[in-house]
């Protein structure tokens, strides 16, 4: 079992920056392949950014590129996102997740621990 638990979230303005982390305990953290998904009200959670087990490979969906960061401390089993020029549609919970196994995928599915999830508002 691997429990995360996300922090870091909040209201901000738009154009403003924001750093999400998330904690993990339980097993090895290095064994695990980690990602960040949102879910804004009345949608699907999707695919944020993720990162590999040795934070040699680091993905973005379009809609944050260029303005987020990933990255992992694996001393401190923490994975980090930060989150610059943001907008309103940046609103939603956002959940860290990890993943057992090879690949770091975009879908939901492809991982087995979640956390609670994080607020992020976004205002104009």
């Known amino acids: 079992q691997v429990q995360l638990a996300e922090s870091g979230g909040g209201l901000v303005q738009a154009g403003g920056s924001l750093r999400l982390l998330c904690t993990a305990s339980?097993?090895?953290?290095?064994?695990?392949?980690m990602a960040w998904f949102r879910q804004a009200p009345g949608k699907e959670r999707e695919f944020v950014s993720g990162?590999?087990?040795?934070?040699?490979?680091?993905y973005y969906a379009d809609s944050v590129k260029g303005r987020s960061t990933i990255s992992r401390d694996n001393a401190r089993n923490t994975v980090s996102l930060q989150m610059n020029r943001l907008e309103p549609e940046d609103t939603a919970i956002y959940y860290c997740?990890?993943?057992?196994?090879?690949?770091?995928?975009?879908?939901?599915?492809?991982?087995?621990?979640w956390g609670q999830g994080t607020q992020v508002t976004v205002s104009l």
């Open positions: 997740a990890a993943r057992g196994r090879a690949l770091v995928p975009t879908n939901m599915d492809g991982y087995e621990y």
């Open positions: 339980g097993r090895t953290f290095t064994n695990y392949n």
């Open positions: 990162i590999s087990s040795s934070g040699l490979s680091i």
